[in-house]
């Protein structure tokens, strides 16, 4: 540990010694201007107004989120010309509660024959002594994938506003020795202490149709050595963007620090699937002495597996918050728009609410929850409780800003009688669910929330719940229907579902969900499922926009609890 503190100085004397690159402040932070991209709300009814979005132009992952000094950092991957993807740097937002945020300089652009054609995503590693350090790929001239590094200017400044990188860049190339594709070699994770006090790093690759996680080891941070075999991979699952890898307490639901390990934690893998645009994941055991990662027995890895998101959630990463003891988990969510839209708005993507993660009592599946600082957001609470929502029955939720809001039911289901089987091929629950939509009538279910309504029900997206029969078994199907989301035909109303691990016999059935403008962030059965969904409706806009409860099943449905509220407005730029 000494060692590697020691080294880490060296390494940053030597960067400002020899006059390293330094990044200018005066055109690299993106600032309000007058423009007509720069519309006033009323023209603007899809801008969210608590999650994350710089003003204008297209973002992606989030990169190497952190707490330095009790700030919170949040990088991410911004256009700063326009409203597509290209022109990619490293943007640098702060903030104290991960809710509202202050933008700064880029952190990183390019600059450096290693990174000149593109600054890709990456990581932050505290490093001994709190020194943070970041890893990320550039796109050389030849158009190859490439590891970076960069390091704070001064680390006295708490919002590190400047960023220097290494004259040794880049320091994992691809070689005809190593057997890397150079055009799938990106993304480095937060790196780890092994078992012998040697860093360890993974980047996301593949061959042919094999995911790897690549590994490299270190003793300095600066040279890296790959390791004879990847820390994990699978066949027929391609390419894997973005990994993460980190432990996760069995008992607790505290967070532990990435390099973590030993018998009171299992490890998570993650891993964004290119192919299909979806981040997977498994639990397992994370062998110290051979250097490899084991997925638990029935631990499905690819397309079946289990998923942060069932909605629109990709390039997640997470990071251990050691000021609150917890592990947050941060994921870019896109647009369901045309091409065309996104450029008329002047913008393209969001990030999801941060969320704390945790591992389930079962130590099968992670537990997500929205961080607890969003309800500093919460206004004008309203409550409904003991309602029974017979067949076909609507109830309005009424003083409630509904296009900006934060909903949390419950409901029991006292008679399963009229409960449809479930049948062998219903196996992908997206599918059940875009067959068997809202409107759908059931047995038991659908029922569950009609968000971002108009007043008529021309438009509304819907988020509920089916309840099957297997065998001697309840199955609980959780649905995201965007089918009339919008009277717009140019969006993407794709239908979202997940099946639920919870018995409904023995306990309610819970759903949260973060309404705002254009996305709603869906939580089933204390965040045991989530499906994020961006919708776009013309008439359910600002205060024309309802939300209400509804049951379209034969049986009845209590609503034990709800209580809704309307959310401020967050700060964000």
Not at 53 to 78: E, R, S, T, V
Not at 185 to 197: N, S
Not at 502 to 523: A, G
């Amino acid at each position: 540990m000494a060692s590697s503190s020691l080294c880490f100085i060296s390494f940053l004397c030597f960067l400002l010694c020899h006059g390293a690159l330094k990044l200018q402040a005066s055109h690299h932070v993106y600032t309000p201007q007058p423009s007509r991209l720069l519309l006033h709300r009323y023209e603007q009814p899809y801008r969210t107004s608590y999650h994350f979005q710089p003003p204008k132009n297209w973002i992606n992952d989030p990169n190497g989120p952190m707490i330095y000094k009790g700030i919170y950092h949040l990088f991410y991957q911004y256009n700063p010309k326009g409203a597509v993807w290209g022109n990619i740097v490293w943007a640098h937002s702060t903030s104290t509660d991960l809710i509202n945020w202050k933008p700064h300089d880029y952190a990183i652009y390019p600059s450096q024959p290693s990174d000149i054609n593109g600054c890709w995503s990456g990581s932050a590693t505290i490093l001994p002594g709190d020194k943070p350090a970041i890893l990320y790929t550039g796109i050389n001239p030849k158009n190859q994938q490439v590891q970076n590094l960069a390091v704070p200017k001064n680390l006295s400044d708490p919002y590190l506003r400047e960023w220097v990188k290494s004259p040794k860049n880049p320091l994992m190339a691809p070689t005809p020795q190593n057997h890397i594709n150079s055009s799938s070699f990106r993304d480095p994770t937060t790196a780890w202490l092994g078992h012998d006090g040697e860093w360890r790093v993974i980047i996301g690759s593949k061959i042919d149709a094999r995911g790897l996680a690549i590994m490299f080891q270190s003793k300095d941070f600066v040279k890296w050595d790959q390791v004879d075999h990847p820390l994990h991979y699978a066949d027929g699952t391609g390419m894997w963007e973005c990994p993460d890898f980190f432990p996760v307490a069995k008992n607790s639901r505290a967070g532990v620090d990435t390099s973590v390990s030993g018998q009171h934690v299992k490890h998570v893998l993650k891993v964004s699937l290119d192919d299909t645009k979806h981040d997977q994941y498994t639990v397992g055991t994370y062998d110290l002495k051979k250097d490899i990662y084991v997925p638990d027995k029935g631990s499905i890895e690819g397309y079946t597996g289990l998923r942060y998101d069932y909605g629109k959630y990709y390039a997640s990463k997470t990071f251990f918050d050691g000021q609150k003891k917890r592990r947050v988990l941060w994921g870019w969510v896109n647009e369901s728009s045309s091409v065309d839209d996104d450029i008329k708005k002047g913008w393209s993507g969001v990030q999801a609410i941060p969320r704390a993660v945790w591992l389930d009592a079962s130590g099968k599946q992670l537990i997500q929850w929205p961080i607890v600082e969003i309800q500093k957001l919460r206004k004008d609470k309203v409550k409904l409780t003991n309602k029974v929502l017979k067949k076909g029955s609507i109830i309005a939720v009424k003083g409630v800003t509904a296009a900006q809001a934060d909903v949390d039911v419950s409901f029991k289901v006292k008679s399963f009688n009229k409960a449809q089987p479930l049948k062998a091929e219903w196996k992908d629950p997206q599918l059940v669910c875009s067959q068997m939509g809202a409107a759908a009538k059931g047995g038991v279910g659908p029922f569950g929330l009609l968000v971002l309504a108009s007043n008529n029900l021309e438009e509304y997206t819907s988020v509920f719940f089916r309840i099957f029969k297997r065998q001697d078994k309840y199955v609980v199907l959780m649905c995201s229907d965007q089918s009339r989301s919008s009277l717009n035909a140019n969006n993407d109303k794709t239908t979202y579902g997940a099946f639920l691990d919870v018995d409904p016999v023995r306990e309610n059935i819970s759903l949260r969900s973060l309404i705002d403008h254009s996305i709603v962030e869906s939580f089933g059965s204390k965040g045991k499922a989530c499906i994020t969904a961006r919708v776009y409706p013309r008439l359910a806009i600002g205060d024309k926009a309802g939300l209400y409860a509804f049951n379209n099943g034969t049986e009845s449905v209590t609503i034990t609890k709800l209580s809704a509220w309307s959310m401020k407005k967050a700060q964000i730029s």
